[in-house]
T-cell receptor, first 112, second 109 residues
Framework: NAGVTQTPKFQVLKTGQSMTLQCAQD?????MSWYRQDPGMGLRLIHYSVGAGITDQGEVPNGYNVSRSTTEDFPLRLLSAAPSQTSVYFCASSSSGRETQYFGPGTRLLVL | GENVEQHPSTLSVQEGDSAVIKCTYSDSASNYFPWYKQELGKRPQLIID?????GEKKDQRIAVTLNKTAKHFSLHITETQPEDSAVYFCAASHDDMRFGAGTRLTVKP
């Protein structure tokens, strides 16, 4: 099993550009989530999904969109990148929101 | 939504000493409380967890306690070693999982 995979590992964007961060898991987990990690602020929940076709907002959803068309994939879209979105993004999956979250390796995003 | 507060933000101990990290949560419906360890440049990984029907759980040098009435839980690491140096995160979960801001633990040899 590959577990949770994320692409790309590192990305540089210019302000106003859009992009999609990819996340996939091969553990047949229903629950998937996206977090951003900034120094001193821990892991903040952006969006989460409890199953295919179902998504919900977390603490900091503004500027981000998600969709969940399959159980395996949970892409995160930045609509119009801003410097405030410079961060490390982690995708995670688990059997439910009340179980161990397995994290991907992270995507480091720099917005200039 | 759930709000998790974690203290201290940094902690420095001598090798062999104990380390304690404390967290509080706001949503009384939260029922799952994991702790994650994150080494520099790596992803967070689960080290121990506790559910709301249990007051204490131990795994070798690591223990977690939960006080549901006061809505706080703590991580205890005994006989600390240099390899325990990392950032530790607490979390609380009901329908989604929210994390504390993290504690940077440094264990001095």
């Amino acid at each position: 099993n590959a577990g949770v995979t994320q692409t790309p590992k590192f990305q540089v964007l210019k302000t106003g550009q859009s992009m999609t961060l990819q996340c996939a898991q091969d553990m047949n987990h229903e629950y998937m989530s996206w977090y951003r990690q900034d120094p001193g602020m821990g892991l903040r929940l952006i969006h989460y999904s409890v199953g295919a076709g179902i998504t919900d907002q977390g603490e900091v959803p503004n500027g981000y969109n998600v969709s969940r068309s399959t159980t395996e994939d949970f892409p995160l879209r930045l609509l119009s990148a801003a410097p405030s979105q410079t961060s490390v993004y982690f995708c995670a999956s688990s059997s439910s929101g009340r179980e161990t979250q397995y994290f991907g390796p992270g995507t480091r995003l720099l917005v200039l | 939504g759930e709000n998790v507060e974690q203290h201290p933000s940094t902690l420095s101990v001598q090798e062999g000493d104990s380390a304690v990290i404390k967290c509080t949560y706001s949503d009384s419906a939260s029922n799952y409380f994991p702790w994650y360890k994150q080494e520099l440049g790596k992803r967070p990984q689960l080290i121990i967890d506790i559910r709301s029907n249990v007051g204490e759980k131990k795994d070798q040098r690591i223990a977690v306690t939960l006080n549901k009435t006061a809505k706080h839980f703590s991580l205890h690491i005994t006989e600390t070693q240099p390899e325990d140096s990392a950032v530790y995160f607490c979390a609380a979960s009901h329908d989604d999982m929210r994390f504390g801001a993290g504690t940077r633990l440094t264990v001095k040899p």
